[in-house]
T-cell receptor
């Protein structure tokens, strides 16, 4: 039972345009959400997070939006750059500060120069 | 040097063999984790440890065991490896006292690719 779903295995975006990665979850107990980025032959690295008390968190070119009623979050990258080409995982936990994360299946983002 | 180091980085073994994957960290974190990544399934939690005396099963612990030898070391063992344990394994650490927006962040090693023939 996949509690965190990323329904798009891959996404291609032109350099300079906006990349939108989506994530859906089913567990209403999830309270804290994170996005991780993974390059080949490297471990995932933390990108941005959001707690359920917010609906938006922004960090430079990266913005995460949370729609709790729809159990949906999205990551916006604008403008997209070639170095953003990677696999992106969304993850969720039931408590703020509980690092036992449930991960989605990942979306491979390719930025076309 | 990496803050979270996994050895070996790549290993090919045969069915029935015992395999140990090791993880050491210099971040000073109490909490350590083992995840596996499979194509189409994302990362799934195998075991986690919130301190040296605390070991907990994760989502997919069957067929695995762990040992927390010290704050800095957390090893994963496959007592009798089977082909469906072929995967990319990640060790991670975290610090719940880091506070702010980083609370909940995991710091991952570079991964250990295991192939069981």
């Amino acid at each position: 039972d996949q509690q965190v779903k990323q329904n798009s295995p891959s996404l291609s975006v032109q350099e300079g345009r906006i990349s939108i990665l989506n994530c859906d979850y089913t567990n209403s107990m999830f309270d804290y959400f994170l996005w991780y980025k993974k390059y080949p032959a490297e471990g995932p690295t933390f990108l941005i997070s959001i707690s359920s008390i917010k609906d938006k968190n922004e960090d430079g070119r990266f913005t995460v939006f949370l729609n709790k009623s729809a159990k949906h979050l999205s990551l916006h990258i604008v403008p997209s750059q070639p170095g953003d080409s990677a696999v992106y995982f969304c993850a969720a936990s039931e408590n703020f500060g509980n690092e036992k994360l449930t991960f989605g299946t990942g979306t491979r983002l390719t930025i076309i120069p | 040097d990496a803050d979270v180091t996994q050895t070996p980085r790549n290993r090919i073994t045969k069915t029935g063999k015992r395999i140990m994957l090791e993880c050491s960290q210099t971040k000073g974190h109490d909490r350590m984790y083992w995840y596996r990544q499979d194509p189409g399934l994302g990362l799934r939690l195998i075991y986690y440890s919130f301190d040296v005396k605390d070991i907990n099963k994760g989502e997919i612990s069957d067929g695995y065991s762990v040992s927390r030898q010290a704050q800095a070391k957390f090893s994963l063992s496959l007592e009798s490896a089977i082909p469906n344990q072929t995967a990319l394994y990640f060790c991670a650490t975290s610090d719940p006292t880091s506070g702010g927006a980083l609370t909940g962040e995991l710091f991952f090693g570079e991964g250990s690719r295991l192939t069981v023939l």
